[in-house]
């Protein structure tokens, strides 16, 4: 028996390094080209690992500025925001001049464009003003400098369109704003978010109501002119505005009675 074991054995640890055996190193081609393979069939997570082996191991190679601009790519395929963010920068920061940066900068903007989306948000609408944007006004930023760094790349109609959505969704935000020191007694406060979205985002929805939390506002605060000149505004850019009644007067159904105000700021909004 002894005698049967011994070759037994060695064939046994035979197999055993064959199988451990590595595969041979690939070459900077070849490893772009599983890479790339990895993309064209939405293996996004299998792509990220490829490409960041291949930037470790031929970072000044003839693939490494393609293979950095795939990782931003793939990143934000995989639904991985921040890492695309971060893949962006790095790409800006290293190659300042390359031909390609409207793409990296037109991705971050993407990225933190939809940082804030929940699971459900593409399937049920979901308002997002009454929450903190600074993604958001990250992705403006991003969509701005693309836009006047280079007016006539193919992304530049996307991120005016971009733009527009999130200075509605900003300008709204302070609406939110407005309306909660209102209904807490804090009228000055409310006024000066209303006055901001008429200062800053002119041309977007919210300037009616904006305008009509002024008026109310002024009132309040016994300023008839000031209340009569933000009514007057309203009335001549907006004549058929929801925010005014039949004899053109400041309509607003949520505005607290003066009683209503107090009350709420000393229960903190419980009441």
Known sequence: MPRLLWPLLGLLLLAGCASNKERPELTEV???????ESLESRNYLTAIDQLKE????????????????????????AVDY?????AAQRFMRNYPAHPRMDYALYMRGLANFNMEKGLFDNMVSSDKSSKDMGAAKDAFRD??????????????????????????????????????????????????????????????????EALAIMAKGYQRLKQPELAEKSRDVLALNWPDSKFLDNDKQVDLAWWPDEDDGLLSLLTFDLL
């Open 54 to 77: 291949l930037e470790a191991r031929f970072p000044y190679g003839d693939f490494a500025e393609q293979a950095a601009l795939d990782l931003i790519y793939a990143q934000y395929r």
């Open 82 to 86: 921040p890492a695309t963010v971060v």
């Open 143 to 208: 969509f701005e400098r693309l836009v006047n760094r280079f007016p006539d790349s193919e992304y530049a109609p996307d991120a005016r369109s971009r733009m527009v959505h999130i200075r509605n969704q900003l300008a709204r935000q302070e609406l939110h704003v407005a309306r909660y020191y209102a209904r807490r007694g804090a009228i000055i406060a409310s006024i000066n978010r209303a006055q901001y979205v008429v200062k800053h985002y002119q041309q977007t929805p919210a300037v009616p």
């Open 30 to 36: 070849d490893q772009y080209r599983e890479a790339s």
